[in-house]
């Protein structure tokens, strides 16, 4: 029921995104992108509880160690993003 109701999703996004839609016009594209690619990554792990060995018991522990990877995978970049800028203006 889940990947049917994600699949729904999916497909009327797109459709929402092509018919431009009320909401994706007076909020803007990237917006409203940004926000439900936001909403498919936060429900996908939910989606993949049930098949993995800790099941939904295991989401809090999932979420944490995503979270600090994406803040250490940030935190990388932007690292990497100063040392380019520095070497390329000085």
Same mark, same amino acid.
């Given at each position: 029921?889940?990947?049917?109701?994600?699949?729904?999703? $999916?497909?009327?996004?797109?459709? *929402?995104?092509?018919?431009?839609?009320?909401?994706?016009?007076?909020?803007?594209?990237?917006?409203?992108?940004?926000?439900?690619?936001? $909403?498919?990554?936060?429900?996908?792990?939910?989606?993949?509880?049930?098949?993995?060995?800790?099941?939904?018991?295991?989401?809090? *522990?999932?979420?944490?160690?995503?979270?600090?990877?994406?803040?250490?995978?940030?935190?990388?970049?932007?690292?990497?993003?100063?040392?380019? $800028?520095?070497?390329?203006?000085?």
């Amino acid at each position: 029921m889940a990947a049917f109701l994600f699949t729904m999703h $999916l497909y009327f996004s797109a459709e *929402g995104f092509i018919d431009a839609q009320p909401d994706v016009r007076r909020s803007g594209r990237i917006f409203s992108l940004a926000v439900i690619l936001l $909403l498919l990554m936060l429900w996908i792990p939910v989606l993949a509880a049930p098949g993995t060995r800790g099941g939904f018991s295991a989401l809090p *522990g999932f979420y944490r160690e995503w979270l600090a990877d994406g803040m250490a995978a940030a935190l990388g970049l932007t690292a990497r993003v100063r040392s380019l $800028l520095s070497h390329r203006f000085l």
